[in-house]
C-alpha cells in the first residue's frame, strides 16, 4: 500500500529521529515514555524496571510468562490528520495525498504516537477511533479506497468535528489542495490549539497564467468546474495558507518524488 520510495524513508527516519527528538512540544517528532497514564496502549513482555502493579496476571497465567500492561502517558504526542477527499483531489494529486497521509500515520505509530484521522470534504467520515497500531492503519487506509470523493471542501465542519474528538494540544497535519482555502480564514476566526502544518499539493494549472482566449477552455482545478470562470483563487489561498501555517507549509508536486519533498517536515524543530 506504502510506495517502495516512501518505505524506504521511513526506515531511515524511524532511526533517526529515536536519537534526535524527545519532546512534545518541540518540533514535530515526538517519542513515547513507558508509564502510567489515562489511555490503556498495550500488553507486552515484562521487562526488568518495570512496575510490578501493572503486570496481566490474566495474560501471565494464560501464557506462563510475565506480562505488563503499558499506558500512553503525557509525554505521548496525539497526532490528528486532516486529508481533504474532495473532487479536486484526483489522479495523481490524490494519489500523492493518500500516499503522505499513509506514510505519516505509520511514522507516528512507530514513533509510539497515536492518530487521529479526519478524512473530509463537504461531509468527513471519520470512525471516532484512534489508530494506535499498524493493522489500525492499514484497515482504515484499506476502507478509506473504498470511499468516493466528495464535491467541495468544509474546513470548518472538519476542524469542528475534530475539536469535539479532541479539545487539547496537538500536532495537525493538513493534507489538502487548499482550494478556497482563503474564503475559510476570512470568514472564521480559527484558534491555533493545535500546531499546524499544511501539506499543499499543487496542481501545476493553477500557477499557469494562460492567456484570456485559451482560459476559455482550460480544466482549472475548482472544487466544480465552470468555463465561465475567469480565474481560480490560487493566490488569493496561497497567501491565506502561508499566513496560516508560516514555516509549517510544504508544498508538494504530485508529478516528482515525493520522499525528497516532504523531508523539510523533519529536517527542523519548531516550537508549538
Known sequence: MLSPELKRL???LQWETKKKFSSTRQGLLTMSERGRGFDFKEV????????TRYIDWNVT???GELYTKEFYVERDASIIIFYDRSGSLNGIKQTASFQIALFLSLF??????RILLIS????????????KTETDVFSTFANLTKQSAGDGTDYS???QYAFKLYPKFAVSYWISDFINFSDYTEKNKVPKLWEPIGIW???ELDSIKFPFWLRMFQEISEEKVSFRSKENTYTKDLKAAKSFFGVNLVQINPTTKLSN???PLFKSKRNG
Request: proline share 0%; charged share 25%; net charge positive.
Open 10 to 12: 521511513l526506515q531511515v
Open 44 to 51: 507486552r513482555n515484562y521487562q526488568f524496571g518495570d512496575d
Open 61 to 63: 497465567s494464560r501464557t
Open 108 to 113: 507516528h505509530i512507530k514513533m509510539g504516537n
Open 120 to 131: 473530509f470534504s463537504e461531509d468527513q467520515s471519520n470512525s471516532a477511533k484512534w489508530l
Open 157 to 159: 465542519k472538519a476542524y
Open 201 to 203: 499539493i499543487k496542481d
Open 261 to 263: 519533498q516532504i523531508l
